[in-house]
């Protein structure tokens, strides 16, 4: 008896050290695993260094003689690109911008984002489900229909924002391919990177994998001289700065024929002002808006130097700050997101203002994406849109593009460059 009860106990033991050992497998393996993925997100992050010079082509250009090169890291200086056959702005003629986030072409109605979270107005918790467009034709058709609605304003400047070149998250659809093949040839563009990474696992169950280009398109009917990207301010916490977008502006200069003054700006040659085209997209999800303060200031503070220097500057996108206290104007069925900030008018420099658009009090231009788009039940604010400096005279229109391809409406800019 008492044999068999030590041969038992044995084999009890026996299956307690196998399962046991087992578990530190398994357990060594699930820690090998995600601190090898963690060392490929640390050992693979970079941030693009400031002060890049972006190279300026032209739709339908032979690419080796628009001399462009892959910006993801450091880019070679263009120089100076005016061509004696280029149209220039003109003081005291009218002309129109459009600004368009384009939500990497995942943005259908039936779309909604991980990332987002939300409350309806009762109090029910919601929060998106999706991290990449629906297929890659899905992505291909809501790039088709923004680029449609935007070419219907006939804008003479378009500046794009959250433009996949190369995404999981969008099927590899190059956009900014899709977007100039529509365009006429000889239409000037620029291009700034604003996100890349590494595959991100996650949502775990949908990851939205890797971002090799994203970033932000400018494009105008008349000349661009000169290019370049300023990184902006981006949180240093931990996770925090391995997911986050490499924030960045794209600063754009347009000769202007008939201005007088003198300027003085570094990187040109021009002896009468410029037009300064601001391309933003500062960051959304930092918790009590504590990073897009810094990130407007440095905008400012840009903002300032151009117009000290005796240029027209024109600042256009979608700033993550609610315009006109427009945060309490669309609630639809639910409250107000966490992450909707009014904007500070206080941060902008002298001379400058917002141009609220005429109808921002009845059309949004950013749906609540923690659901799927419902008419009258998302809430909407306006975050898009334009800042122009004094000698810019300027009134704007938000588009109802009804969300059909982003989460975003467009935002009409006619401007006068005065003389």
């Not at 810019?392 to 109802?400: L, P």
């Amino acid at each position: 008896m008492g044999d068999t009860s030590r041969t038992g106990s044995r084999a009890k033991m026996s299956i307690t050290r196998k399962i046991l050992t087992t578990l530190g497998i398994v357990l060594a393996a699930v820690i090998l695993v995600v601190g090898g993925y963690v060392l490929y997100i640390v050992i693979g992050y970079n941030r693009i260094p400031d002060h890049q010079a972006l190279t300026v082509e032209r739709v339908g250009a032979p690419t080796e003689q628009a001399g462009a090169t892959e910006q993801t890291g450091a880019t070679e200086t263009p120089g100076e690109t005016s061509d004696s056959s280029a149209k220039h702005l003109q003081v005291n003629e009218e002309y129109t911008a459009l600004t368009f986030n384009i939500g990497f072409g995942a943005y259908d109605h039936d779309f909604s984002f991980f990332l987002d979270e939300g409350l309806m107005a009762d109090g029910t918790s919601t929060v998106g489900s999706e991290s990449r467009a629906a297929s890659r034709e899905a992505a291909e058709r809501n790039t088709a229909t923004i680029v449609s609605q935007a070419l219907a304003e006939q804008p003479d400047i378009l500046l794009f924002q959250e433009v996949d070149v190369q995404a999981d998250r969008s099927w590899d659809v190059d956009q900014r391919a899709q977007i100039l093949e529509a365009l006429p040839a000889g239409t000037w563009y620029d291009y700034a990177t604003n996100f890349h990474s590494g595959y991100l696992f996650y949502p775990p169950t949908k990851p939205i994998g890797k971002i090799v280009d994203a970033g932000l398109l400018t494009i105008s009917a008349y000349e661009i001289t000169v290019a370049e990207r300023r990184s902006l301010p981006v949180s240093d916490a931990f996770p925090t700065k391995y997911f986050d977008l490499d924030r960045c502006i794209s600063v754009s200069r347009l000769p202007v024929d008939g201005a007088t003054g003198t300027s003085t700006a570094s990187g040109t040659d021009a002896q009468a002002p410029e037009l300064v085209l601001i391309n933003v997209h500062p960051s959304a999800y930092d918790e009590g808006g504590i990073i897009r303060a810094q990130q407007m200031e440095m905008i400012a503070d840009i903002m300032a130097e151009e117009y000290a220097r005796g240029n027209y500057v024109i600042v256009g996108g979608d700033f993550n700050h609610a315009f006109g206290g427009s945060e309490q104007l669309f609630m639809g069925g639910m409250q107000r997101p966490e992450w909707v900030q009014a904007f500070d008018e206080q941060l902008l420099p002298a001379n400058f203002h917002v141009v609220l658009a005429d109808n921002y009090d009845s059309i949004g231009t950013c749906r609540d994406t923690s659901i799927t788009y419902q008419p009258g039940v998302n809430y909407e604010v306006v975050i898009d849109g334009f800042i122009v400096s004094d000698n810019v005279e300027a009134r704007a229109m938000n588009i109802d593009a009804d969300y059909l391809g982003s989460d975003h409406n467009p935002v009409r800019l006619e401007f006068v460059l005065l003389g």
